[in-house]
């Protein structure tokens, strides 16, 4: 909520650029986020089974010891957590909110 009301109010000073890459950003750190909560290998492959339909067996990257960000970054983890299943969990995207905010009249 209150990254929209700043959007909202600073909208024609955001440049658009900047704006791309810190909503790609919050995304990637939503994704960390998400792999952290899911501590055990074995629920993480429940996550991706239930987030990803047609999720092929991932058990390598289920038991990956790799740190956080850095697993938040791979193509596995973007097909479970795509921007469309954020959106729907109720993530906010800063783009869309750029968007609406410029369609308003002053």
């Given at each position: 909520?209150?990254?929209?009301?700043?959007?909202?109010?600073?909208?024609?000073?955001?440049?658009?650029?900047?704006?791309?890459?810190t909503?790609?950003?919050?995304?990637?750190?939503?994704?960390?986020?998400?792999?952290?909560q899911?501590?055990?290998?074995?629920?993480r492959?429940?996550?991706?089974?239930?987030?990803?339909?047609?999720?092929?067996?991932?058990?390598?990257?289920?038991?990956?010891?790799?740190?956080?960000?850095r697993?938040?970054?791979?193509?596995?983890?973007?097909?479970?957590?795509?921007?469309?299943?954020l959106?729907?969990e109720?993530?906010?995207?800063?783009?869309?909110?750029?968007?609406?905010?410029?369609?308003?009249p002053a």
């Amino acid at each position: 909520m209150t990254l929209r009301g700043w959007v909202n109010y600073f909208y024609k000073a955001i440049p658009a650029k900047w704006a791309e890459r810190t909503d790609q950003w919050l995304h990637r750190r939503v994704r960390q986020i998400y792999w952290k909560q899911w501590k055990r290998p074995a629920k993480r492959r429940e996550e991706f089974k239930m987030r990803w339909k047609n999720a092929p067996a991932l058990h390598e990257y289920a038991y990956s010891s790799n740190r956080y960000w850095r697993m938040s970054k791979g193509v596995q983890i973007h097909m479970a957590l795509s921007l469309d299943i954020l959106l729907k969990e109720g993530w906010y995207d800063l783009g869309k909110a750029m968007r609406e905010a410029s369609r308003r009249p002053a």
